[in-house]
């Protein structure tokens, strides 16, 4: 029944886009067959399409990306961005790939499906079931297990004096955490080699196994053992996400395939852009001394005394707000999905005119940006998307972001490796589904003299 309504709104979406096409907005100059194709070729796309609208002065232009044709809203005014947030996006291209129909079973995920009832239907379930804020509170314990795992790791190379390559250690944490979050501890024992053979990254022996099917029925045989038509729903608990649909599959009429495909987007929409976001703002922090020391003295100074880890509940109580500044600044300096949503380009928005620089000031009371939040209603700074297709992990994301962030400059000091100067750190990014910066992040960790 789903897939039959994936198929209609694919459809209809065709139909759209062919009675579009008489108002299309205005296109810069494109080769025969390819388009615009050869402006996504280059190592930064989402830098060659700035410069071209520059060039050209366009707020909103048609690009034709070989026989696809798309249009880029850019910084200059917010109607343009807006007006592709709540229209133009409504879908995605990628819905009518080959690939997505294979990799996300039609696709049946939230991400890659075409805009209709069946992503009506799924979205809510995601953002109610799986990443409410409810949902993303009661996993807490098992965020703050997981960071505290990373500080063991990071106290070990601080013991012995030894450099540790962050990103890598921000890379395997999130990883963790989106195993834990979906399959719980399950994925601990099984390593990921039982589960892929060759297989080097957990996410990936997770993600295989979960296409193989052997993660769901392992776990719907456990539920159905435990089962009590009397017990709460998984929504308050930290039941992990399998245990959740399994518990509304019903209620939803989901098929297997379906479960699998919106799990897959737990992997897909959170690892890389959680572990990218993190290692900016750690770079950052690096080549910004005074930021990094007044951000380690705002976190200490909220962490009771002799506590180890900040706790979540540290930062709820009493939010730090230039912890929230910092990372804003982050997102706003560092976008890392510049062309996921065509409405969304913070590597180019400009809020005050210095956009290279790195000033979390600008979002504390009386900054410039202070008024701005990432809930998608402010078209200069939209990190996670805007309107309908919005990120639907923003709290999971923001909750992971301010713990290990917290817990990194609270538990250690840093600093760079002997002979090389904070000053050069390289900010260079690299292109894919998610930006990220090119080179490693290594950095020696100190046990803070408090
Ligand atoms: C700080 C980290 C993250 C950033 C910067 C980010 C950013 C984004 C952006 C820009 C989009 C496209 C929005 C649009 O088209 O308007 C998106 C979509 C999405 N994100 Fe995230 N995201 C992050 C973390 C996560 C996490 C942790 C999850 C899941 C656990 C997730 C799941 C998704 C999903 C499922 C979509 C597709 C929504 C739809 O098409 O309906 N994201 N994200």
Same mark, same amino acid.
């Given at each position: 029944?789903l897939f039959?309504s994936a198929?209609?709104?694919?459809?209809?979406?065709q *139909?759209?886009d062919?009675?579009l096409?008489?108002?299309?907005p205005?296109?810069p100059?494109?080769?025969?067959?390819?388009?615009?194709?050869? $402006?996504? +070729?280059g190592?930064?796309?989402?830098?060659?399409?700035?410069? %071209?609208?520059?060039? =050209?002065?366009?707020d909103?232009?048609?690009?034709?990306?070989?026989?696809? @044709?798309?249009?880029?809203?850019c910084?200059r005014r917010?109607?343009?961005?807006?007006?592709c947030a709540?229209?133009?996006t409504?879908?995605?291209?990628?819905? $009518?790939?080959?690939?997505?129909?294979?990799?996300?079973?039609?696709?049946?995920?939230?991400?890659?499906?075409?805009?209709?009832?069946?992503?009506?239907?799924?979205?809510?379930l995601v953002?109610?079931?799986?990443?409410?804020?409810m949902?993303?509170q009661?996993?807490?314990?098992a965020?703050?297990?997981?960071?505290?795992m +990373?500080?063991? !790791? /990071?106290?070990e190379?601080?013991?012995?004096?030894?450099?540790v390559? &962050?990103?890598?250690?921000?890379?395997?944490?999130?990883?963790?955490?989106?195993?834990?979050?979906?399959?719980?501890?399950?994925f601990?024992?099984?390593?990921?080699e039982q589960a892929?053979?060759?297989?080097?990254?957990?996410?990936?022996?997770?993600?295989?196994?979960?296409?193989?099917?052997?993660?769901?029925?392992?776990?719907? =045989?456990?539920?159905d053992?435990?089962? *009590?038509?009397?017990?709460?729903?998984?929504?308050?608990?930290d039941?992990?996400?399998?245990?959740?649909?399994?518990? &509304?599959r019903?209620?939803?009429?989901?098929?297997?395939?379906?479960?699998?495909?919106?799990?897959?987007?737990?992997?897909?929409?959170?690892?890389?852009?959680?572990?990218?976001?993190l290692?900016?703002?750690?770079?950052?922090?690096?080549?910004?001394?005074r930021?990094?020391?007044?951000?380690?003295?705002?976190v200490?100074?909220?962490?009771?005394?002799?506590?180890?880890? +900040?706790?979540?509940?540290?930062?709820?109580?009493?939010?730090?707000?230039?912890?929230?500044?910092? /990372?804003?600044e982050? %997102?706003r300096?560092h976008?890392?999905?510049?062309?996921?949503?065509?409405?969304?380009?913070?590597a180019?928005?400009?809020i005050?005119?210095?956009?290279k620089?790195?000033?979390?000031?600008?979002?504390?009371?009386?900054?410039?940006?202070?008024?701005?939040? &990432?809930?998608?209603?402010?078209?200069?700074? %939209? @990190?996670?998307?805007?309107?309908? !297709?919005?990120?639907?992990g923003i709290?999971?994301?923001?909750?992971t &972001?301010?713990?290990?962030?917290a817990?990194?400059?609270?538990?250690? *000091?840093?600093?760079? @490796?002997?002979?090389?100067?904070?000053?050069?750190l *390289?900010?260079?990014?690299?292109f894919?589904?998610? +930006?990220r910066?090119?080179?490693?992040l290594?950095?020696?960790?100190?046990? @803070? !003299?408090?």
């Amino acid at each position: 029944r789903l897939f039959r309504s994936a198929k209609r709104a694919m459809e209809q979406q065709q *139909d759209d886009d062919e009675n579009l096409h008489h108002r299309l907005p205005p296109s810069p100059p494109a080769l025969p067959v390819l388009g615009h194709l050869q $402006h996504l +070729v280059g190592s930064l796309p989402h830098v060659s399409l700035r410069r %071209l609208a520059t060039k =050209h002065g366009l707020d909103l232009m048609m690009l034709r990306l070989g026989a696809m @044709p798309g249009a880029r809203a850019c910084r200059r005014r917010a109607r343009p961005r807006r007006c592709c947030a709540r229209t133009t996006t409504c879908s995605r291209p990628g819905a $009518h790939s080959l690939a997505a129909e294979i990799i996300l079973y039609g696709p049946s995920d939230i991400g890659f499906a075409p805009h209709g009832e069946y992503w009506r239907q799924a979205r809510k379930l995601v953002t109610t079931h799986l990443l409410s804020s409810m949902k993303v509170q009661a996993f807490s314990l098992a965020r703050e297990e997981e960071v505290g795992m +990373v500080m063991a !790791r /990071i106290r070990e190379a601080a013991a012995v004096g030894a450099e540790v390559d &962050v990103g890598d250690l921000l890379r395997s944490f999130t990883n963790d955490l989106a195993c834990r979050a979906v399959m719980d501890k399950s994925f601990r024992s099984e390593g990921p080699e039982q589960a892929v053979p060759g297989a080097r990254r957990r996410d990936v022996a997770a993600a295989g196994r979960l296409q193989r099917g052997g993660a769901l029925p392992d776990h719907e =045989h456990k539920y159905d053992e435990q089962h *009590d038509d009397t017990s709460a729903s998984g929504d308050t608990r930290d039941d992990d996400f399998i245990h959740v649909l399994l518990s &509304v599959r019903d209620e939803y009429g989901l098929t297997r395939d379906q479960m699998k495909a919106l799990l897959l987007d737990v992997f897909f929409g959170g690892i890389e852009s959680l572990a990218a976001v993190l290692d900016f703002t750690m770079a950052e922090l690096m080549r910004w001394p005074r930021i990094m020391k007044k951000l380690q003295a705002e976190v200490r100074t909220r962490v009771p005394e002799g506590q180890e880890f +900040v706790t979540e509940a540290d930062l709820t109580d009493n939010t730090p707000c230039y912890l929230i500044a910092v /990372i804003k600044e982050s %997102l706003r300096l560092h976008a890392v999905t510049p062309l996921l949503a065509p409405h969304m380009s913070m590597a180019s928005c400009s809020i005050d005119g210095t956009p290279k620089e790195f000033v979390p000031e600008r979002f504390v009371d009386g900054g410039s940006a202070a008024h701005l939040n &990432v809930s998608g209603n402010d078209f200069q700074f %939209l @990190p996670f998307g805007s309107g309908r !297709r919005m990120c639907a992990g923003i709290n999971f994301g923001m909750a992971t &972001v301010q713990l290990m962030l917290a817990n990194l400059v609270h538990c250690f *000091d840093w600093e760079m @490796p002997e002979g090389e100067d904070r000053r050069h750190l *390289d900010m260079s990014e690299m292109f894919g589904l998610v +930006v990220r910066r090119k080179e490693k992040l290594l950095l020696v960790p100190k046990l @803070p !003299r408090l």
